[in-house]
């Protein structure tokens, strides 16, 4: 009984081991197998022992996968608002946040002294993130967003691991580029793809007109 079993286990893995060989001639016994073979390696049809070499290939990530938070701001060649923050620095984020890893300073006018809805620093400890995503389910405004970079190892823990605003801001586009459901559904439950703001600014001019 216990060696029919080893038998066939071990010709499971011939088989597998023959399959190897039989992907590398299908892909050109290329070192790195091509972007179009990725979906079929990760699907169910993969066959053989399939060992990504890391980092000369990478997996890619699928739309949910979370990893360290980042702001979503207005696309650089945005013909109104270029660069914008989509954040108003409201709080919610910080105050949900399990491990308190944010940090938001409200930026105020100039002039009047009066506070503004966008951050003027807005810091984030990565090494206390423990990339919940609980700051993007609540967020009100869709402005924080959980990136799929998860290559941020460094030997200076210190001042390289606080990510301020900066660091942290990326175009709305960057954002519909790993997410493009995830980014399709929010701007249909917001009713558009721009800031909520603007969608309530241009609802407001368009009553005004109609008036």
């Known amino acids: 009984m216990y060696g029919s079993g080893i038998l066939r286990g071990l010709g499971v893995t011939l088989k597998h081991f023959v399959n190897t060989y039989l992907d590398d001639i299908r892909w050109g016994f290329r070192r790195h197998i091509p972007d179009e073979a990725f979906p079929i390696r990760q699907g169910l049809d993969t066959r053989g022992v399939f060992t990504v070499e890391y980092p000369d290939e990478k997996l890619a990530m699928w739309e949910r996968f979370r990893f360290i938070p980042f702001l979503v701001i207005e696309n ?17 984020c910080a105050k949900v946040c399990p491990p308190q890893c944010i940090w938001i300073v409200r930026g105020n006018d100039p002039e009047t002294g009066r506070p503004v809805p966008e951050p003027q620093a807005f810091y984030i400890d990565i090494d206390i993130c423990m990339n919940c995503g609980l700051c993007a389910e609540f967020c009100p405004f869709d402005a924080i967003k959980m990136d799929h970079d998860y290559e941020l190892a460094s030997y200076d823990r210190t001042s390289a691991h606080i990510f301020d605003k900066q660091r942290l801001s990326k175009e709305f586009r ?18 558009g793809w ?6 309530k600014q241009k609802a407001k001019e368009a009553k005004a007109k109609e008036n």
């Not at 650089?76 to 919610?92: A, F, L, Q, V």
């Not at 721009?194 to 969608?199: C, G």
């Open 194 to 199: 721009e800031h909520k703001d603007v969608l």
């Open 174 to 191: 960057y954002w519909q580029s790993i997410a493009p459901t995830r980014a399709e559904e929010e701007a249909e439950a917001r009713g």
């Open 76 to 92: 650089h060649d945005h013909p109104e608002r270029p660069g914008h923050d989509w954040c108003t620095s409201c709080g919610i």
